[in-house]
């Protein structure tokens, strides 16, 4: 059970794999369904959960939303180049704007993507605009996403 291969890297058995494709499905599924789908004991999926928690396998529990039921239809994809030594400080503030649902270090043509959602096209052209307005930005480059194929952050498939 979740036996530490090295410092960053958590080794699951085929137990905490179930759990976790399990609860991926339905966090608000019981420990008690849980142990009855799998055929162990409330207890070991308690412990179990436990210690994927404490070792940060599971971050949290959270509702996966959909952003278009919320009124939020349009997807971006913005790369950004941020002037030298002012990365970290524009990561930081842009993580807290309340459209962006990821922000990524990258390699490559820009130093950050960030993925944010919009009402409109309108909501869209203030967020460049404010994110221009604080004079780190080099360049951006916006891409408006047409369809979602697939989009499944806290995916347990890669398991």
């Known amino acids: 059970m979740c036996a530490k291969v090295n410092e960053d890297i958590i080794q699951l058995d085929e137990t905490d794999i179930s ?46 939303l959909n952003h278009k039921k919320l009124g939020y239809a349009l997807t971006s994809i913005i790369g950004v180049n941020v002037k030298g030594q002012e990365l970290e400080q524009w990561e930081h503030d842009i993580s807290k704007n309340k459209n962006v649902v990821g922000l990524y270090d990258v390699t490559g043509q820009y130093d950050a993507i960030v993925i944010a959602k919009f009402k409109d096209t309108d909501e869209l052209d203030t967020f460049l605009k404010e994110l221009l307005k604080t004079g780190c930005i080099e360049k951006t480059i916006t891409q408006t996403v047409l369809n979602i194929v697939k989009e499944d952050v806290g995916s347990a498939d890669i398991l």
């Open 19 to 64: 759990i976790l494709k399990i609860i991926n499905d339905d966090v608000r599924i019981s420990y008690r369904q849980i142990s009855r789908d799998l055929g162990i004991s409330v207890g070991t999926v308690h412990n179990r959960i436990d210690k994927m928690l404490k070792t940060g396998v599971i971050e949290k529990f959270a509702p996966v």
